[in-house]
């Protein structure tokens, strides 16, 4: 459920042709929530349901605007008043972990960045903000509160080191929904408080597009909308 709810609230990385014909499973869909934010249960899991079968037949039955169909039902559920036990629930659970298995598929990707330490922050006390800017894509970097992983760098001796990311790659919609530091210039545990990515001026170039590129250009990506 975690990786819909980040499908959700991310920006994904998508090829600008995928929302460029939205069918009526989103109309639907948006519908839907606005009728949970109003309060209007039943007529929110209905037109939700119409929605999932919108997205059923215009994508097939896993795909990921599927299991982001399903995700808002368990939350109309929820909002119902059913718990994360009840049968209904735990149906809609499933088949959104079936859709996971298929279309989310993790890989690894190192980059060079180089790291500075940035502005403190008081509700992260005893913490450095250790910053993280990409070397080959300056605009986009990543933000670390940690205790010990500035200390770290520091004695390392230089302001460039290799960072691996374990990424989430999403088969049916050929996207990058999400992304987490695994290994940031040979230390792969360290005691993080709370970390971010972000972008400075302009989104592009950006490394999750030069990724999708690279794997694209050497066949490393399904050429099927509809995994198996």
């Not at 090829?15 to 929530?33: H, N, T, V």
């Not at 109003?38 to 929605?51: G, I, R, V």
Request: overall charge negative; glycine content about 8%; cysteine-free.
């Amino acid at each position: 459920m975690k990786e819909f709810a980040t499908v959700l609230v991310l920006t994904l990385i998508l090829p600008s042709q995928i929302f460029a014909d939205e069918g009526r499973w989103k109309q639907l869909y948006d519908e839907a929530g606005q009728l949970m934010q109003d309060k209007k249960l039943t007529q929110a899991e209905k037109k939700a349901q119409e929605s999932l079968k919108a997205a059923e037949k215009e994508f097939g039955a896993v795909h990921s605007r599927v299991g982001e169909v399903l995700y808002l039902l368990v939350a109309i559920e929820q909002k119902e008043g059913k718990t994360m036990n009840d049968p209904q629930v735990q149906d809609l659970l499933g088949r959104m972990r079936f859709i996971q298995s298929k279309v989310f598929e993790k890989k690894t990707a190192t980059f060079p960045m180089r790291w500075s330490y940035g502005d403190a922050a008081p509700q992260w006390p005893g913490t450095n903000h250790v910053l993280l800017k990409f070397a080959d894509f300056p605009n986009h970097h990543i933000g670390i509160y940690s205790k010990d992983l500035g200390e770290y760098l520091e004695k390392l001796g230089k302001d460039t080191v290799d960072v691996t990311f374990e990424v989430t790659y999403d088969k049916s919609l050929k996207s990058i929904p999400s992304y987490n530091q695994v290994d940031i210039g040979g230390m792969t545990h360290w005691q993080d408080s709370f970390s971010y990515g972000g972008v400075q001026g302009d989104e592009k170039p950006s490394p999750w597009d030069h990724l999708l590129e690279e794997w694209e250009k050497n066949n490393q990506t399904p050429s099927s909308n509809d995994p198996k």
